[in-house]
């Protein structure tokens, strides 16, 4: 007996995704590289209190710098990111803001770059994203981004190969043959 399982999480607010092993993939002309939350990957908005809702079948867009202003904080260009996945840099405002100002520009999600030198701080460092004063505005995805994704994306977008970021759920899609236990052992035929 044969059956097929598929189990596909449900859309979720996306700040309250923490633990269920979303993966963030960038699609570049020479392979893909896959990012996990936690340690050297992603952190996700501080649950439950803001961020988007992600499709149950995730996000994939070209990526694109929240221009002129790559801190994401001052009012970008309408429609300057429409149908991309922001990519700003970490200081000089909140998150929240940040998330804001790309979601007004057109975005579908937004990664915030952890892209500075600190004493504190590592290439896997991970800080919250408290949610400020713009919070309740932000329907998109936003991840944070370790700096040593962030120095990922950044060489991926320099060299010209990254063709787009993926917000990818987990999912399960698998064939399986069942497997049948006989009780007592003299009834079991091989």
Same mark, same amino acid.
């Given at each position: ?37 936690g ?22 867009a070209?990526?694109?710098?929240? /221009?002129?202003?790559? #801190? ?5 260009? *309408?429609?300057?990111?429409?149908? &991309?996945?922001? $990519? @700003?840099?970490? /200081?000089?405002?909140? #998150? ?5 100002? *790309?979601?007004?520009?057109?975005? &579908?999600?937004? $990664? @915030? ?15 919250g ?11 998109i ?50």
């Amino acid at each position: 007996f044969a059956a097929l399982l598929q189990f596909v999480l449900p859309s979720t607010a996306f700040a309250q995704l923490d633990g269920i092993g979303m993966v963030v993939e960038l699609h570049t002309s020479t392979g893909q590289l896959s990012f996990s939350q936690g340690s050297c990957g992603y952190g996700v908005a501080a649950a439950p209190t803001w961020g988007g809702a992600l499709p149950s079948d995730g996000i994939c867009a070209p990526a694109a710098w929240a /221009k002129p202003d790559t #801190f994401g904080c001052e009012v970008l260009p *309408a429609g300057s990111l429409s149908g &991309k996945i922001a $990519i @700003i840099r970490r /200081k000089t405002c909140g #998150f929240s803001l940040k998330a804001y100002r *790309a979601q007004q520009a057109g975005a &579908k999600a937004v $990664i @915030i770059l952890n892209h500075f030198d600190s004493a504190t701080e590592n290439d896997c460092s991970i800080v919250g994203m408290l949610a400020g004063d713009s919070a309740a505005a932000v329907k998109i995805p936003v991840i944070f981004a370790s700096r040593g994704m962030a120095n990922a994306i950044d060489d991926a977008i320099k060299s010209g190969n990254l063709k787009e970021i993926c917000f990818l759920l987990p999912r399960i899609y698998s064939p399986f043959a069942a497997y049948n236990y006989f009780q007592p052992n003299s009834q079991n035929i091989p």
